[in-house]
């Protein structure tokens, strides 16, 4: 193998794990852009997310198993549903100080973790790849194929959720009503529904990515913890609020961890990936693709 | 601009310290006295149920060892329950979380210690737990046992501390020795985490590698939480190793055996202890597993009656087949009733005495002799992974 191709290798790896941060960021981003709520429920969310599809995919549901897309779609939908239920929960807290706002969703997110041992259990499982195990093999660089399938269903899945917004009636309700939310129900736009449906998109979006990095992680009710916090991170560091910072957030951290663990040091990569997010808030506290405003919070 | 940048760091530091798992608990400064703690267990009428504690990860991806560490040990207790109990009194097993946090454990230990008066206590499988928990149950005189192999646990000087299972270098000589002697293998790779287990198990194949005049070709570490291990493989597979060792927990292991196979290694897996049980199988996958290497005090042999006679009453009490935690909390907890029999009068003092004069006793993983520093067994052996099965080497 040359330097070329262990750098490559490295570097899909880390779009790998940066895809499912990315996602998980997303949600992160469109929820405090339209609420100003900043959801520290939303690790849990994709954890929870990931049950809900992979319960399917393993026939724990009465032992009814359905193939892997469909799990998938499952997974999506329930979740997405456990996020309008979460966004008329959290709909008094949007408009509370940032102290009180981090202690509900912090507190609602520790519910949520503690509802997965008593429903799941504690100990978790792996998931078996629905594609197969073996690598294939170009120019050195092994790729397998549940990351290409992830790397691929997440950029599909943001390319959509942008055309969404961009263009569709609905979309371009969400983004007036994220801007100004007065002037927005002035003109008739129902606020809340839109949040609604904003809170529904960010649950499904981290289902998505809970469910196709299933496989590839193990799945167990801990799992939120260190996806939420990275997502958050990530959220932080492409701009908070920024739907494209949100996905370079993500996906510069997962190269970040990926490089620093290949190239640098092995035992440090967290650190490693925090410490430049640090350097860049001090250069570019608004984040890589921030918005100016962001800071009229 | 200064509103963003606070709240960056006022969410930051709010969301490690939720994901560092807050204790409500607050941190004991000064605990009682020494006499006090012990009197009171003294003090229990005659009659009243003699109190294990087991302190453990219940919850999080090492839930499975608390799990393992309360089958072994309730076996043992309700066999000698069946058979009268102790002194006419019958033995309670009471069991805490401490999600494989030390500043988890530690609460509980001191908890453990004062309110709830245990004679004994099982804490932790985790090295970094049962480290953190050496100096409360010294001081309060209560005897701790544990199945952590990290070797600083019995070097710590306290007489209280007890190791049911062989310390990690034991695990990983033999596995050493038997790769480079057995195999003819020479170019080694290592993969291990950064906790006490895991680091301590790295430091231990390093040590048996130098032994035999050779180094690793490279060592790689990682975070506990961490599931992706490209970047490390990676870097591991361009050294070209026959061997990766793994140094980490049940599932990490697992992980990383998936991985490795999956970036293209065709060499030899092999590990220590996390690597010779179902966890790590069903982790890696039967076809990934198939062919591993691992070591352990204790696999099932049909040909040794006490082994037999321990899996079937496993398997009728827990309908599953045991491993070696759920063979060493037996074996551990044995020793301790045993203990308990001849302390007069019974205290968790005179019981930690007692203990420290075992010598001779046979139990599933060999014949017990417990030392000055509270290390009660040596000797590992062999074994393969063969179809989705622990087995014992045989030479082929």
Same mark, same amino acid.
């Given at each position: ?297 | ?91 309670? @097993? ?106 301590? /198990? ?47 927990? /049940? ?34 996958? /039967? ?79 060999? !014949? ?22 622990? !087995? @014992?080497?045989?030479?082929?």
């Amino acid at each position: 193998m040359n330097i070329v191709s262990i750098f490559i290798q490295t570097l899909v790896g880390g779009i790998g794990i940066g895809s499912l941060y990315a996602l998980v960021a997303l949600g992160y981003s469109m929820i405090y852009r339209s609420m100003g709520l900043v959801n520290f429920a939303h690790g849990s969310i994709y954890m929870i997310g990931t049950y809900f599809g992979i319960i399917w995919y393993r026939g724990m549901v009465m032992g009814l198993q359905v193939p892997y897309p469909i799990a998938f779609v499952m997974g999506i939908l329930l979740t997405a549903i456990l996020g309008l239920i979460l966004e008329r929960i959290f709909r008094p807290l949007a408009h509370l100080d940032l102290m009180l706002m981090l202690l509900g969703t912090i507190g609602l997110g520790y519910v949520l973790d503690n509802l997965a041992v008593i429903i799941w259990g504690a100990e978790g499982f792996a998931v078996n790849s629905p594609l197969p195990n073996e690598p294939i093999v170009i120019g050195g660089v092994a790729l397998l194929p549940q990351m290409l399938l992830l790397i691929t269903v997440s950029a599909l899945l943001m390319v959509g959720l942008n055309v969404f917004l961009a263009k569709s009636k609905m979309g371009k309700a969400m983004r007036a009503a994220a801007q100004d939310r007065e002037t927005a129900s002035a003109m008739g736009i129902p606020v809340n529904t839109t949040n609604a449906l904003v809170f529904a998109i960010g649950a499904g979006l981290a289902a998505a990515a809970g469910i196709l990095a299933a496989p590839i992680v193990y799945v167990n009710p801990a799992m939120s913890a260190a996806v939420g916090l990275k997502g958050f991170a990530a959220f932080i560091l492409g701009g908070a609020g920024s739907i494209p910072g949100a996905i370079v957030g993500g996906l510069v951290f997962g190269v970040l961890e990926a490089i620093s663990a290949g190239f640098i040091s092995s035992a440090y990569t967290k650190g490693i990936a925090f410490v430049v997010m640090i350097v860049v808030l001090m250069i570019k506290p608004a984040g890589i693709v921030g918005e100016v405003t962001v800071d009229k919070v | 601009m200064k509103r963003t940048i606070l709240f960056v760091f006022m969410a930051l530091a709010i969301l490690l310290a939720a994901c560092a798992s807050p204790t409500a608990a607050p941190a004991p400064t000064s605990a009682p006295a020494q006499p006090a703690a012990t009197k009171a267990v003294a003090s229990q009428p005659t009659g009243e149920p003699i109190k294990i504690g087991i302190i453990a990860a219940f919850s999080g991806t090492n839930a499975v060892l608390g799990d393992w560490m309360k089958k072994g040990t309730t076996l043992a207790v309700e066999e000698k329950n069946k058979a009268g109990g102790i002194q006419g009194r019958q033995i309670q @097993v009471i069991t805490y979380d401490d999600e494989a946090d030390p500043t988890k454990s530690v609460n509980l230990a001191q908890k453990v210690a004062t309110e709830d008066k245990v004679m004994a206590v099982w804490a932790t499988s985790n090295s970094t737990s049962a480290l953190a928990d050496i100096p409360i149950f010294a001081q309060y005189k209560i005897p701790q046992f544990t199945n952590g192999t990290n070797v600083d646990i019995t070097n710590k000087g306290s007489a209280y501390i007890f190791r049911a299972t062989p310390a990690g270098p034991s695990f990983e000589d033999t596995l050493i020795d038997f790769l480079i002697t057995v195999k003819g293998m020479k170019k080694f790779a290592i993969i291990a985490d950064t906790s006490a287990y895991g680091k301590g /198990e790295g430091d231990y194949q390093e040590a048996a590698l130098k032994r035999n005049n050779l180094q690793a070709l490279t060592r790689e570490a990682f975070g506990i939480d961490d599931k992706d291990f490209t970047g490390q493989l990676t870097k591991i597979l361009q050294t070209q190793p026959e061997v990766l060792l793994l140094g980490s927990s /049940e599932v990490a292991s697992g992980l990383i055996a998936k991985q490795a196979r999956q970036l293209g290694f065709k060499g030899q897996i092999a590990g220590g202890a996390a690597v010779g049980t179902p966890k790590f199988i069903e982790t890696a996958g /039967e076809t990934i597993a198939e062919g591993v290497f691992f070591t352990t005090p204790w696999l099932h042999d049909e040909a040794n009656e006490m082994s037999l006679k321990f899996v079937n009453a496993y398997k009728a009490r827990w309908n599953e087949t045991p491993e070696f935690h759920g063979a060493n909390t037996y074996d551990g907890t044995k020793l301790l009733l045993l203990a308990m029999e001849k302390a007069n009068p019974l205290t968790s003092e005179n019981v930690a005495a007692e203990l420290h004069k075992i010598s001779g006793h046979k139990g599933l993983q060999g !014949t017990f002799n417990v030392t000055a520093k509270g290390e009660t067994i040596t000797g590992t052996l062999v074994g393969i992974i063969k179809g989705g099965k622990l !087995t @014992v080497w045989t030479g082929k």
